[in-house]
């Protein structure tokens, strides 16, 4: 069973909608042994858009400190950070991972050439196969110039917004991607890095977590043995979304352990 999850926003991310608390009472609820924080860094996040996601990094750390105190014999919270990775900004994030301790940080593209990839804009002027391909080197680059997170972040995401319905989605494979997802997953395991399952897409209904199994499959037969399991739950219901599938995933493509974080340190546990 899974008793952590990797991946939470609080009302400190710029799309959170929940109070830390509400998330820690419904990790306790559902009998989570830990629970790690990761709002949102995006720096630079373009301007035209409603959100700015950046975080208030000293409140941040000052109110999880205030939780952990609070909740220290019930559950164990972990001070995490999805840092939004972009080119022109990684001296920007070296710095903010040097100065700052965190337990475990996730390496997150959310921003592709000054486009968020969530806007329609995105997609004009160019065919879906483009975008999803233009998000793949966009990950490959930012993994390639920066190492300061733990696990890159729900790899295939771009997915769930290209023009076409959902369905599309189980038209996308990997094999058309092989590539490039090779490239990012081979630059990951060089690194010593993990990649997420983000049980996200099922949230969405689109039948696979992020990413896809098939990409799955392929970390692991290139050698890659740390993953972590999170639910990018804005809400307390989706705390732990859909984990009890995830982890039967992962034992049918052969993953026996699945991997928390500790102050930067993989800890492998059994699935
Ligand atoms: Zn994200
Ligand atoms: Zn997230």
């Not at 998330?23 to 409603?50: V, W």
């Not at 070296?94 to 804009?121: C, R, T, W």
Request: aromatic share 14%; with cysteine; hydrophobic share 30%.
């Amino acid at each position: 069973m899974i008793k952590a999850d990797f991946h939470v926003h609080s009302e400190f991310s710029s799309d959170g909608k929940s109070t830390m608390e509400e998330m820690i009472n419904q990790g306790i609820k559902l009998g989570l042994e830990t629970i790690c924080f990761t709002d949102h860094m995006d720096y630079d996040y373009p301007s035209i858009y409603k959100y700015s996601f950046q975080l208030e990094i000293d409140d941040y750390l000052e109110k999880l400190k205030i939780m952990k105190d609070k909740y220290k014999s019930k559950i164990e919270i972990l001070t995490g950070i999805e840092l939004g990775i972009q080119p022109h900004v990684i001296d920007r994030m070296n710095e903010l991972v040097s100065k700052y301790s965190f337990d475990f940080i996730i390496g997150s593209v959310h921003v592709v050439d000054q486009i968020d990839p969530y806007y329609p804009e995105y997609w004009e002027n160019r065919s879906e196969e483009e975008g999803i391909l233009r998000c793949f080197k966009a990950i490959k680059e930012g993994c390639e110039s920066f190492q300061g997170f733990n696990v890159c972040g729900h790899i295939d995401y771009i997915i769930r917004y290209t023009p076409s319905t959902k369905v599309e989605y189980n038209e996308y494979s990997y094999p058309y991607y092989a590539d490039v997802i090779d490239e990012i997953l081979e630059t990951l395991i060089k690194h010593g890095k993990g990649i997420e399952l983000n049980t996200s897409g099922y949230k969405y209904g689109l039948g696979h977590p992020h990413p896809k199994t098939e990409i799955l499959k392929r970390y692991k037969e290139l050698g890659g043995e740390i993953i972590t399991i999170g639910s990018d739950a804005h809400l307390p219901e989706h705390l732990c979304f859909d984990f009890e599938r995830a982890a039967n995933l992962l034992k049918s493509i052969g993953y026996d352990y699945y991997t928390t974080f500790k102050e930067g340190k993989p800890i492998m546990k059994k699935i």
